[in-house]
């Protein structure tokens, strides 16, 4: 037989005709899977995407006529470690002459927000709800989070970040820049939040919740890690209270503001429980927990003796992390899954996305 270059030669895939939309809606039904793949899988435990998750980005006021966008511009920021990764400072988007006292936005940018967010928002859920219950998985645990903090751009080698800058600010040329939103807030900004917003809203204080959260591969599930929530119990030892596979995220929506002072993170997630544990896994599990010693000066606060951040050549700490959590409810925050109707849905949305917009998207200059 002769010899056919690589370039030159076909695949047989090629002679089947193109999937219709038809075609490929149950195909997708029948093999989509709630763990995910390993391109979707941070290794180290601590990001997981299912494999359907929505991952989007728009900026509130810049394009949809509901803000003045002719002062819009973006800004460099010191964040040391994306400097020392990058060689180069991040920007963030901003107005020129923003008036926090002053400033209004058009309209109701909460609604806008609601109204782009929600068909997302019902596709992640309901694609997430069939496959938990096709799979009959259920100990599982869904529920939207919103994180406030800045939306940072970094170029690319495809994109020169100070091209950029100097050309007029749009979503188009803001979408071809790679994005990471980042937490770090001043501690000025919670204790307002617990001081003046909470009393305001009307939520009640519930708990303070001391956490020591323990990271774990497992062997036997390469594509996820196991979450070991533990307390302090006397004599300083941790004791372990509950065990989740890692969330996995469904939905992700970033939304910058720039006529606020933060930007806005909704994401759609579910836990999952690890049911059916047999002895030996809790055991093998048990024996990292109780091998941890508290040290306040390493990252995290727990640190393990040599050879002892392993157990039964299956299980291996992978993070660790201690968390301080005030809790605080009331009866429109604390909701419960059932039947609703879709207008319910979008009003309950656009309710507590109004909450948002009005109490939590305001601090201090933090990024200079």
């Given at each position: 037989m002769a010899y056919i270059?690589?370039?030159?030669?076909?695949?047989?895939?090629?002679?089947?005709?193109t999937p219709t939309p038809e075609f490929l809606v149950p195909q997708f039904k029948r093999n989509v899977q709630l763990r995910a793949p390993k391109s979707n899988a941070d290794r180290s435990g601590k990001i997981i995407?299912?494999?359907?998750?929505?991952?989007?980005?728009?900026a509130l006021g810049l394009d949809d006529g509901n803000g003045d966008t002719s002062d819009a511009h973006l800004k460099p920021v010191s964040v040391e470690f994306i400097e020392r990764k990058t060689g180069e400072?991040?920007?963030?988007?901003?107005?020129?002459?923003?008036?926090?006292?002053?400033?209004?936005?058009k309209g109701c940018?909460?609604?806008?927000?609601?109204?782009?967010?929600?068909?997302?928002?019902?596709?992640?859920?309901?694609?997430?709800?069939?496959?938990?219950?096709?799979?009959?998985?259920?100990?599982?645990?869904?529920?939207?989070?919103?994180?406030?903090?800045?939306?940072?751009?970094?170029?690319?080698?495809?994109?020169?970040?100070?091209?950029?800058?100097?050309?007029?600010?749009?979503?188009?040329?803001?979408?071809?820049?790679?994005?990471?939103?980042?937490?770090?807030?001043?501690?000025?900004?919670?204790?307002?939040?617990?001081?003046?917003?909470?009393?305001?809203?009307?939520?009640?204080?519930?708990?303070?919740?001391?956490?020591?959260?323990?990271?774990?591969s497992d062997t036997t599930r390469p594509d996820s890690t196991i979450s070991c929530k533990c307390s302090v119990v006397d004599f300083k030892r941790l004791q372990l209270y509950k065990v989740e596979l890692n969330p996995v995220r469904d939905m992700v929506v970033d939304i910058s503001c720039p006529d606020m002072d933060?930007?806005?993170?909704?994401?759609?997630?579910?836990?999952?429980i690890l049911t059916s544990p047999t002895e030996?896994?809790?055991?093998?599990?048990?024996?990292?927990?109780?091998?941890?010693?508290?040290?306040?000066?390493?990252?995290?606060?727990?640190?393990?003796?040599?050879?002892?951040?392993?157990?039964?050549?299956?299980f291996n700490v992978v993070g660790v992390w201690h968390t301080m959590a005030t809790a605080y409810q009331n009866s429109s925050l604390r909701l419960k899954e059932q039947e609703v109707e879709t207008n319910v849905i979008s009003n309950m949305l656009k309710d507590t996305l109004s909450l948002i917009w009005q109490h939590f998207l305001r601090c201090e200059p933090f990024l200079t």
């Open positions: 270059p690589p370039h030159k030669r076909h695949s047989k895939d090629s002679e089947m005709p995407y299912s494999n359907y998750a929505i991952n989007r980005w728009f400072k991040p920007v963030i988007l901003v107005k020129s002459n923003f008036d926090k006292e002053n400033n209004e936005v940018p909460w609604s806008s927000i609601a109204e782009k967010v929600l068909p997302d928002l019902l596709s992640s859920f309901e694609i997430a709800r069939a496959e938990t219950e096709n799979l009959d998985l259920k100990e599982v645990k869904p529920g939207m989070v919103a994180r406030f903090g800045k939306i940072l751009f970094h170029g690319s080698p495809s994109v020169n970040l100070e091209s950029v800058r100097k050309d007029c600010v749009t979503e188009t040329t803001l979408r071809n820049l790679k994005r990471s939103f980042y937490t770090s807030l001043p501690a000025s900004y919670t204790a307002n939040i617990m001081a003046n917003v909470a009393p305001k809203i009307g939520v009640d204080f519930t708990e303070v919740k001391d956490t020591y959260h323990v990271k774990l933060l930007d806005l993170r909704l994401m759609l997630c579910h836990k999952r030996d896994e809790i055991q093998c599990i048990r024996n990292l927990i109780d091998s941890a010693v508290l040290d306040p000066d390493v990252k995290g606060g727990l640190r393990w003796p040599l050879g002892k951040a392993s157990s039964g050549n299956r």
